[in-house]
């Protein structure tokens, strides 16, 4: 297994890769850069649209269209490049927080968690976004489902809905909750796993660091693969948490992980650039591209956004 190049062109910070299979599509967000990527792997083309803030996380909808969070606004839009209309708006302190990892669940809510930039306090949270009975009048739900991180990452659930995930990346730990798919309830927060903390003056090329959990999802054993940021690995994960392949990665920064193709055996890989050592983006130019390798196991597809 080796990795391939999908997009050459690099994100500041790609992130929220899907893809989309009635489109034929990869999607991917460049938070920093503002944008919103989609790409023909086929052809070889990319797409891009401009968002006025820094853009998060998206998900495709039932029907047509993207489901798209910016700093403290989710939007929906009808199109490719279309009109952003708003679902929410959060108050919470949009200088200081915005939106990061989010997805949909399997039922049709958009979940999406917060970084908090200082990164000094515990004010990160994970939101849902439930939009389903909107068609009988009633207005768009959104609860808080966990609160007290840094950044938030790592969101998947598990192929019998009853597992939840969501990770702290600068405190190195990834969470498990039940879920009860109906009721939208969880419980029993626990570590799926914590990894080591990065040595203080730590350097990229120096030994003793593995990196720490950014974007994740699951395969249909449900099996966890997780981006390990600064690590340049993506680790896998039996759902009793057993490590099952270290793979190592094309480039240090490694950000989020989706499947993809017709059969969902393709692992696709987006990664960042942004604030990296001159060196290290000298020896890795491609730092922030988009990346392909074939596994065994075939992925969960996408979850689309039900309104």
């Not at 659930?157 to 405190?171: G, I, K, M, N, Q």
Request: hydrophobic content about 40%; glycine content about 8%; proline content about 7%.
């Amino acid at each position: 297994m080796s990795w391939q190049i999908v997009c050459d062109q690099p994100s500041e910070l790609g992130e929220s890769p899907f893809w989309h299979p009635q489109e034929q599509m990869l999607y991917w967000v460049d938070i920093l850069g503002r944008q919103i990527h989609r790409a023909n792997v086929f052809m070889g083309s990319v797409e891009r649209w401009a968002m006025p803030q820094e853009v998060g996380c998206i998900a495709p909808v039932a029907g047509g269209g993207l489901v798209v969070a910016l700093r403290d606004e989710i939007f929906r839009s009808q199109a490719w490049q279309g009109e952003l209309h708003s679902l929410a708006h959060f108050d919470y302190d949009a200088r200081t927080t915005r939106f990061n990892d989010g997805k949909c669940d399997p039922l049709g809510r958009f979940w999406a968690g917060t970084v908090y930039e200082p990164k000094d306090a515990p004010k990160a949270a994970l939101y849902s976004l439930d939009c389903r009975n909107r068609r009988d009048g009633r207005p768009a739900q959104v609860e808080l489902k966990a609160d007290g991180a840094l950044t938030a990452n790592g969101l998947a659930w598990s192929p019998d809905r009853r597992t939840v995930y969501w990770a702290d990346t600068p405190r190195h730990i990834i969470y498990q909750w039940d879920w009860d798919a109906q009721t939208n309830a969880m419980a029993h927060q626990r570590v799926f796993m914590q990894f080591p903390s990065k040595p203080d003056g730590w350097q990229f090329g120096q030994p003793g660091y593995g990196g720490r959990p950014d974007g994740a999802a699951v395969d249909a054993l449900g099996n966890y693969y997780v981006a390990m940021f600064e690590g340049m690995r993506v680790l896998k994960f039996s759902p009793t948490g057993q490590l099952l392949a270290d793979i190592a990665a094309p480039v240090p920064c490694p950000t989020m992980v989706c499947f993809g193709g017709d059969d969902l055996q393709t692992l696709y890989l987006t990664s960042a650039r942004h604030k990296r050592p001159a060196q290290e983006l000298q020896t890795y130019p491609l730092s922030g591209c988009v990346f392909s390798m074939r596994v065994d196991t075939p992925g969960l597809p996408v979850n689309f956004f039900s309104d």
